[in-house]
C-alpha cells in the first residue's frame, strides 16, 4: 500500500515562486517513476512532470522551463520547483507514480489530499 502526502502550496503573486514537497509511503515507489499533477477548477487532472528513479525528467509544454521535478530516493520525497507562476497555474497539485507513458493513468488509484496553489495579485 502506498501513501501520498503533498504540501507547500499557497497564496502566490502573479512571477513568484513555490517549491511542493511530496511525501511518499511505500518502499516499491523508490523504483518507479514519480509524477507531479494538478487540477484546476472544473478541469481534469493532467500531468505536468515525472522523473524516473534515475533523475531523467520530462515535463508538459505548458509548464517546460518554469517548473523543476527532482526527488530524493533516501526519503522518498518528490519536489517541485514552480518558478515565473501565473494565474492559471492555480490548481490543486498532486503526486503519484507515473504510469508507463505520458498519456496513461497514474500507477496508483489512491491520491493524497493535494496542496492547494492559488496565484493571485
Known amino acids: 500500500q502506498v501513501q501520498f502526502v503533498e504540501s507547500g502550496g499557497g497564496l502566490v503573486q502573479p512571477v513568484g515562486s513555490l517549491r511542493l514537497s511530496c511525501a511518499a509511503f511505500g518502499s516499491i515507489l523508490t523504483i518507479l517513476p514519480m509524477g507531479w499533477y494538478r487540477q484546476a477548477p472544473g478541469k481534469q487532472r493532467e500531468l505536468l512532470a515525472v522523473?524516473?528513479?534515475?533523475?531523467?525528467?520530462n515535463y508538459a509544454d505548458s509548464v517546460k522551463g518554469r517548473l523543476t521535478i527532482s526527488r530524493d530516493n533516501a526519503k522518498i520525497t518528490v519536489y517541485l520547483q514552480m518558478n515565473s507562476l501565473k494565474p492559471e497555474d492555480t490548481a490543486v497539485y498532486y503526486c503519484?507514480?507515473?504510469?508507463?507513458?505520458?498519456?496513461?493513468?497514474?500507477?496508483?488509484?489512491?491520491w493524497g489530499q493535494g496542496t492547494q496553489v492559488t496565484v493571485s495579485s
Open positions: 522523473i524516473t528513479s534515475g533523475g531523467s525528467t
Open positions: 503519484n507514480a507515473a504510469g508507463s507513458s505520458w498519456s496513461s493513468k497514474p500507477k496508483f488509484d489512491s
